[in-house]
């Protein structure tokens, strides 16, 4: 059972810059597609980004496409969500998520371990 901790969140202003990383335990993460989900206060959660697990395919919301970028580093069992031209809609919290299924949909429901997540706040 991999274990995931995010970092990288904070305070910025509308226009800037910011990269979450999300670090995994295990020897298997390699296996794992990964994903980012945000959930603004009062809101439930929603998909933001996933890769698959050589990282050849990446997926994005509409909300952030072209915007967000994800990443990963198997050899350092590393994603990261690299987020540019920030707005205020992105403030939230962001959770780092992984699946074992290869197919996984941009669904939560396919995703079993969940990172405690980092929070974003982005002021207009």
């Known amino acids: 059972q991999v274990q995931l901790v995010e970092s990288g969140g904070g305070l910025v202003q509308t226009g800037d810059s910011l990269r979450l990383s999300c670090a995994a335990s295990?020897?298997?993460?390699?296996?794992?597609?990964m994903g980012w989900f945000r959930q603004a206060a009062g809101k439930e959660r929603e998909f933001v980004a996933r890769i698959s697990r050589a990282g050849g395919v990446r997926d994005y919301a509409d909300s952030v496409k072209g915007r967000f970028a994800i990443s990963r580093d198997n050899a350092k069992n590393t994603v990261n969500l690299q987020m540019n031209n920030l707005k205020s809609e992105d403030t939230a919290v962001y959770f780092c998520?992984?699946?074992?299924?290869?197919?996984?949909?941009?669904?939560?429901?396919?995703?079993?371990?969940w990172g405690q997540g980092t929070q974003v706040t982005v002021s207009s």
């Open positions: 295990g020897r298997t993460f390699r296996n794992y597609v």
């Open positions: 998520a992984a699946s074992e299924t290869y197919n996984a949909r941009y669904d939560e429901t396919d995703f079993a371990f």
